[in-house]
């Protein structure tokens, strides 16, 4: 089991939540809320490298809260 | 898979949106993994993804420099920021055009809002220079017709 900790002054809630749904069918995605910090426990389905879909999962989470911000704000991200 | 690297960015020099900025550059080549390790402080840990050629050490390098420019960049558009809107304003005015017909008559001009016209020149001609009843004529000029 691999945890991923998303602080959230730097990634948005919905797409943290967003990057689990994803990536949900390639194992248990454990998601935990708190003030300080969004955990995300990944544990691969058998056949699936655990640490790429932690990767990849945190990968979208970015991703997502780039694309997200860069539209509410109107700048930034190029 | 190589090991990942990280580096910490000071957000008084390198704002968070010019971290964002470099780490969406990046992201399609690297897994880019963000935390806060202190007070304005943000560290960022890279690692290449598989079968991109590319070295951690590069994928820093690049995220530095990407850093860099976006946060010039960002300090370069807010310095000119004013003078973006006032010529963005400005377009958007002229491309409306001229106004109609219906804009003007729909225009309140009273005697409370017309405008004041010291020298005369909303008056037409004739309300400017016509001639005043009591005024002589020159001699010879205005002879009457038998």
Redesign the interface.
Known sequence: MIE??F?P???DREAVDAAVRVYDAFGTIELEAAAEAILVRVTAKAGVDEQ?LA??L??YA??T??ES??LT?G???? | MSEPIQITFDEGLYPKDAIYGAAYVLIDRCYVHLDRTGENRITVKLQPKPGVSITPEQAIGEFQNEALGQAWRRQILDENRALIEMISSRALGGAAGPPGLDDLLALETSEDTAFDDPLGIAMSWEEKYKKKSNETPPEGSNKEEP
């Open positions: 991923k900790r602080h002054d730097l990634y790429r990767d990849e945190a990968n970015l991703g809260t780039i911000r860069k704000t700048g930034g991200a190029s």
